[in-house]
Structures are given as C-alpha cells and as structure tokens.
C-alpha cells in the first residue's frame, strides 16, 4: 500500500539551530587581515601616493595605532587583490614596517570599483589638477557605462532615472559646474610634461586648458620654445597658438616667437631684489620693514614734488 503522506523536505542541521541574527551575520562584510604583499594597486589609479610629510605623519599614526580605517579591496583574477580604496594607507603601512592590513573585501565590477576609487580620494583637502581631471574622467566613464546605452530618439547619455545627464549628476555631486567638469576632463590631453608644469603651478589652469588643445607634436614642440625663451605661456598667447594650431599655422618658430613676447605685466613691474636694497638698510630691517620704510619715502616724495608744483 502506498503512503498517502506528502514529501516533507527536511531542514539541515545548521539551518535548525542557526538564529536569524547568526544568519545576518554571515551576510555582513568582514574585515581581513591581509598581507601588504597580496594587495595590488588600482589600475590607472589618477591620485598620486608620495613620500611626502603628510605621507610620513601617516606611517607614525600606524606605527603607533595601526591602520583604524579598512581599506577596500576586491579579489584580483591573477592572484591577490586589487586594492579599490586605501592606496596611501597601505603605503604607509610598508613605511611603518607592517606586514599585514584591515581591509574589506568585495565583489566590484570594473565601474563599481572605479566609483569608489574616485570618491574615497575626491574628498581630500588638496588635489592636483591633474589628479581632479583623471578622476573626473574615469568616474563619468564609469557612470555612462552603468547608465547603458542612449536610444536613438535620445543622443544624450542619461545618469540616471530622472532624465539628468551623467555630466549633471557628477556635477552635483563634487559641487562643481558641468563646464568646469569638462574644462579639468581636456586637461587630460596634455603631454605629460606640461601637465606637470599645471601641477607644479608654472602653467595656469587657464592657459592649460587652451594649450590642450594643440596637437601632441605641437606641445613637444612647445616644450623647446618654452625652454628657449625662459617662458610660459599667458592665458592670450595660449589662446593664439590654439588659434594658429586650429588654422595649421602653427610652427617652432612662431612658438619662440610668441613665447619671446614681453609680457604685460612684465612691463608693468619694478622688481628689486633683497642684495640690492640691503645695502641702503641696517643689517636689523627686515623684508617687510624695507618695504614699508621705502612705501614711506616715496609718499614723501610725492608730496614734495605737489607742493613744488603749487608754488
């Protein structure tokens, strides 16, 4: 006779004497120890780790307290893991002669793991403009992507849900205009040199942005004018030779040329050295005393000169 009874699918033994919050639990991230060795930088990873004295404060910290906030990791296909966010902690843990660091592990594909590279440094105090344009370029990529493909009735690549373009939503979110998104994202096309003249500060961001606009073999060529006539290009005579260069006029020698122009506001200032006024001061002035005390004589001037001309 056969069992009228229904087939009962029995629960495992872990199952019956798990607790709902144990199960929650097993769900939560986990903080590993990992070993620096194991841990691999970001790929193109825009923000620059240096040994510098901030960097040097860092490594003391976590040689005397460890790391306290976990980096961010995911697992890396040829072994290891590809470190996401915590580039200059585990840098300052090798400093601090550490073998191990916290670090969360996750599952990021390429977009993910882009979004938060760029957003755990964006908040820093003190970027490069070269650091600003790389993540300003890798994130919008990353949220285009994510955001799929337009239609053909829509050319304009949507960032979200509400319409709002990808440029928009970046825009908003590190408190920048969508223009000046675009102006830091060109300076990208500069040959590496005199993107780090704009980091160094010799280049203004400005001029920067017009001379992005040369060809690459334009701004090499750049480079020897520059160097020849002792010069930087101003914000006007950026903008000329992007004019000429848009126009396929633009050569070596009308570089020197250009770069050889004396500038406006060289015309209009008096430099004096500190050798040169000393000698008319005691050895007790200081820079700021000179100054002042020549601000005085000349003030003293002037209105001898008014009541000379009065009379």
Same mark, same amino acid.
């Given at each position: ?35 620096? *060795? +194991? $841990? ?5 990873? @825009?923000?620059? =780790?240096? #040994? ?5 404060? &860092? ?33 300052? *843990? +090798? $400093? ?5 660091? @916290?670090?969360? =592990?996750? #599952? ?5 793991? &882009? ?197």
């Amino acid at each position: 006779m056969k069992s009228s009874a229904k087939k009962v699918e029995l629960a495992s033994v872990d199952d019956l004497f798990s607790t709902e919050e144990s199960r929650a639990d097993a769900q939560r991230e986990k903080v590993l120890e990992i070993p620096l *060795s +194991e $841990l691999h930088p970001f790929k193109d990873h @825009p923000f620059k =780790v240096k #040994d510098d004295e901030a960097m040097m404060e &860092t490594a003391d910290s976590i040689r005397q307290y460890g790391v306290l906030v976990p980096a961010i990791a995911r697992p890396d296909p040829n072994g290891g893991y590809e470190l996401v966010a915590g580039h200059r902690r585990h840098r300052a *843990s +090798e $400093l601090a002669s550490k073998e191990t660091m @916290p670090v969360i =592990v996750r #599952d990021l594909d390429d977009d993910q793991a &882009t979004i938060i590279m760029v957003d755990s440094n964006l908040q820093r105090e003190s970027l490069l403009p070269s650091e600003r344009a790389f993540a300003y370029k890798m994130k919008l990529e990353a949220m285009k992507r994510q955001a799929g493909r337009p239609s053909k009735e829509n050319c304009s690549q949507l960032g979200n849900d509400f319409g709002k373009k990808s440029s928009e939503v970046l825009a908003e979110q590190v408190g920048q205009s969508k223009n000046q998104i675009f102006r830091y994202i060109r300076l990208t096309e500069l040959i590496p040199e005199l993107l780090d003249m704009v980091d160094e500060k010799k280049i203004a961001f400005n001029p920067a942005y017009e001379l992005s606009f040369l060809k690459k073999e334009e701004q090499v060529d750049l480079l020897d004018a520059m160097d020849s006539e002792q010069a930087t290009p101003s914000l006007s005579q950026a903008q000329r030779l992007k004019k000429y260069s848009q126009e396929g006029h633009l050569t070596l020698d009308m570089m020197r040329v250009i770069m050889g122009e004396e500038k406006k506001s060289d015309l209009d200032k008096i430099t004096f050295t500190s050798d040169t006024l000393r000698k008319y001061f005691p050895r007790s002035y200081t820079p700021q005393r000179m100054q002042e005390t020549i601000i005085k004589l000349l003030e003293q001037w002037q209105r001898k000169r008014q009541q000379q001309h009065e009379r």
